[in-house]
T-cell receptor, first 114, second 113 residues
Framework: DSGVTQTPKHLITATGQRVTLRCSPR?????VYWYQQSLDQGLQFLIQ???????AKGNILERFSAQQFPDLHSELNLSSLELGDSALYFC?????????????FGEGSWLTVV | AQSVTQLGSHVSVSEGALVLLRCNYSSSVPPYLFWYVQYPNQGLQLLLKYTSAATLVKGINGFEAEFKKSETSFHLTKPSAHMSDAAEYFCAVSGTYGQNFVFGPGTRLSVLP
């Protein structure tokens, strides 16, 4: 158990809909990352937050957005969903202190768009 | 900017044989290097990491990796494969404080009886 909690574990929704994925980082971790994993794209970095502020942005679509709340949990919002958005979405967290910070992954949220 | 390449998207070994998974990196700053493992239907789990303390890094489950600056490599090895080692393995590189944490495309390891 990495200490990173993601909900829901599985989600099936229709095209055009909007979903929210939730992540609770490890206790004490200030940084949260979101990744998308699909068969054709591999593991893609979406976005990183640190202590409530956006720190880095990767291949995140404009239809997707995220935020990190004062209690440090994070949400990834996916809207106008398309079939190609079906993937496993991971949240990960890390602390700020220490060199070469390890990032710890949650179990992921499986999103199926039908 | 950092990048990672992993030679071989799929590697098969026999049980008891040597496991060698290759990783080469590119980094404009002294890198921190990681190997993660992903078992089916699970998240990524840290196997080991290099943070400049020692070039040979030992991780969990008998895996180790050697940092070779001259070759910009961080290959993962295990002397004797076990059936339970079958999984996807990801090499990653980052700068300090976790920024620009970049993963390679992954290598799927199959272990044959």
């Amino acid at each position: 158990d990495s200490g990173v909690t993601q909900t829901p574990k599985h989600l099936i929704t229709a095209t055009g809909q909007r979903v929210t994925l939730r992540c609770s980082p490890r206790s004490g971790d200030l940084s949260v990352y979101w990744y998308q994993q699909s068969l054709d794209q591999g593991l893609q970095f979406l976005i990183q937050y640190y202590n409530g502020e956006e720190r880095a942005k990767g291949n995140i679509l404009e239809r997707f957005s995220a935020q990190q709340f004062p209690d440090l949990h994070s949400e990834l919002n996916l809207s106008s969903l398309e079939l190609g958005d079906s993937a496993l979405y991971f949240c990960a967290s890390s602390s700020r202190t220490g060199s070469g910070n390890t990032i710890y992954f949650g179990e992921g949220s499986w999103l199926t768009v039908v | 900017a950092q990048s990672v390449t992993q030679l071989g998207s799929h590697v098969s070994v026999s049980e008891g044989a040597l496991v060698l998974l290759r990783c080469n990196y590119s980094s404009s700053v002294p890198p921190y290097l990681f190997w993660y493992v992903q078992y089916p239907n699970q998240g990524l789990q840290l196997l080991l990491k290099y943070t400049s303390a020692a070039t040979l890094v030992k991780g969990i489950n008998g895996f180790e990796a050697e940092f070779k600056k001259s070759e910009t490599s961080f290959h993962l090895t295990k002397p004797s494969a076990h059936m339970s080692d079958a999984a996807e393995y990801f090499c990653a590189v980052s700068g300090t404080y976790g920024q620009n944490f970049v993963f390679g495309p992954g290598t799927r390891l199959s272990v044959l009886p």
